[in-house]
Nanobody, 123 residues
């Protein structure tokens, strides 16, 4: 599976961004997808995950209620809608896929990673 993330940028606190991640190389509905982020000097943290069908989602406590993960299996794309952004959301955001329909929150169980897209939230 090849993943290509896009949609990052610079936004003021309180603003919104929508990240996209296009996938190729495998039946998209057979892979669970996740978004993770990594701030400078910090570990890669879980943000959100979605099952292969899109019927199950999970979020980290820090983004719950502000971010929404979704997917369009017909277009082989997963999205991360980010609202009410805060300076602490600043990070490189990565999309990831795992070879099962079951979503997960741990980076090590994901088999494929995109290149990352930078989100900067100014105060």
């Amino acid at each position: 599976v090849q993943l290509q993330a896009s949609g990052g940028g610079v936004v003021q606190a309180g603003g919104s961004l929508r990240l996209s991640c296009g996938a190729s190389g495998r039946a998209f509905s057979s892979v669970a997808m996740g978004w993770f982020r990594q701030a400078p000097g910090k570990e890669r943290d879980f943000v959100a995950t979605i099952s292969g069908s899109g019927g199950t989602t999970r979020y980290s406590d820090s983004v719950k209620g502000r971010f929404t993960i979704s997917r369009d299996n017909a277009k082989n794309t997963v999205f991360l809608q980010m609202n009410s952004l805060r300076p602490e959301d600043t990070a490189v955001y990565y999309c990831a896929a795992r070879s099962t329909v079951i979503q997960a929150t741990i980076p090590s169980v994901y088999n494929y990673w995109g290149q990352g897209t930078l989100v900067t939230v100014s105060s």
